[in-house]
């Protein structure tokens, strides 16, 4: 009854933003992501007679409160299917600062679902497993797959047709590089959760963001089977431009960019002016990810490395599915 996966963190190309069912994590548009091959996490479960509550260690420090009730949530999901009620131990550990918008949630609670199945014995195909972890973080669903994933938002009430499938494997296109850029590890002040409901509750301009996203989803698609960068790129950009817009215009506004998000948006459009093509996208933090190919990576990294802004650079390729591993967290 115990098992450990790995599962990499994705970054959205194009965002999912807003959620027309809350419990069940369901959204109001689709969304595509890369996962990355360097930004990962590692969950260790085992239920046990042993262990009379819940008990959650992340990065080897004890959780209780909130975050350790999502993780109870999805640990029900899990006994519920399995028809168990042994309390688990959970250790996870990742390599990169969580909730400061490296999609920590999505790798973490992608690997928690692989583990906590298997340790319950279900073997369930990936769509099973995408459709469990959607319910413990959205962008959990996407990080079940390697290579680019589109989240399909589906349109039944109990979302059985919301959930990931791959657009393109790891291999299709080697060349294509993320730069993640971590600017300040400082948690973030506003759960993407919060952040959404008052969006849609507020913002004037979530309409446009709904009427504008299948086009950018079919750009980002065709982007991404035709090895596009320049389509792909522009499109992403524009697209997180879009979904921080309507950030902005909510009431009160949520401005997840720090100052040194935006001098690394200004570095990047300089790149672009000395004809070294590369794109950024952000999240739900102040963190600045960059699209390039193989053969600006290295310059571009260096540049963004060397600049006091920025902590610690990763350069990601595309990364694997979640998968399960021997080497155990306890
Ligand atoms: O899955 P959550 O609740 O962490 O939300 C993710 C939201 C964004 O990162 C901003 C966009 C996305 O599609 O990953």
């Not at 999901?77 to 909730?99: C, D, G, H, T, Y």
């Not at 999505?106 to 692989?114: H, N």
């Not at 990047?268 to 590369?278: G, I, P």
Request: aromatic content about 6%; proline content about 3%.
């Amino acid at each position: 009854m115990k098992a450990t996966a790995t599962a990499n963190s994705n970054i959205a190309l194009v965002k999912y933003w807003g959620k027309r069912n809350e419990e069940l994590i369901l959204p109001y548009n689709s969304s595509i992501s890369m996962t990355l091959d360097k930004l990962y996490t590692t969950t260790t479960v085992e239920f046990s007679k042993k262990y009379s509550k819940d008990e959650l260690t992340i990065d080897a420090e004890k959780i209780s409160g909130e975050e350790l009730e999502r993780v109870e949530k999805q640990l029900n999901l899990i006994r519920r299917a399995a028809k168990v009620s042994e309390k688990a131990k959970i250790a996870s550990a990742s390599n990169f600062p969580k909730a400061a918008g490296l999609a920590s949630s999505a790798s973490a609670f992608a690997a928690l679902t692989l583990a906590a199945t298997k340790a319950l014995d279900l073997h369930l195909p990936k769509k099973e497993l995408s459709i469990i972890a959607r319910q413990g973080s959205g962008s959990a669903c996407r990080s079940i797959y390697g290579g680019f994933v589109e989240w399909q938002k589906g349109t039944l009430e109990n979302g059985e047709d919301s959930y990931a499938r791959q657009v393109a494997p790891q291999n299709h296109w080697p060349e294509l590089c993320m730069i993640v850029n971590v600017l300040t590890p400082k948690q973030k002040k506003i759960k993407s959760r919060a952040g959404m409901a008052q969006t849609i509750a507020t913002s004037p301009l979530y309409k446009a963001w709904l009427e504008t996203v299948e086009s950018d989803l079919e750009k980002v698609r065709s982007g991404i089977l035709e090895k596009k960068l320049s389509l792909l790129g522009q499109t992403a950009e524009m697209n997180a431009l879009k979904m921080h817009s309507t950030m902005i215009t909510t009431e009160p506004h949520i401005i997840y960019w720090e100052p040194e998000t935006i001098v690394l948006m200004k570095e990047v459009m300089q790149l672009r002016e000395e004809a070294t093509e590369c794109y950024f996208t952000i999240d739900g933090g102040p963190q600045v990810k960059v699209l390039c190919l193989e053969r600006d990576a290295k310059k571009i990294e260096k540049r963004f490395s060397e600049m006091k802004e920025v902590q610690k650079t990763f350069l990601c390729k595309a990364g694997g599915d979640a998968k399960l591993i021997d080497r155990e967290l306890f």
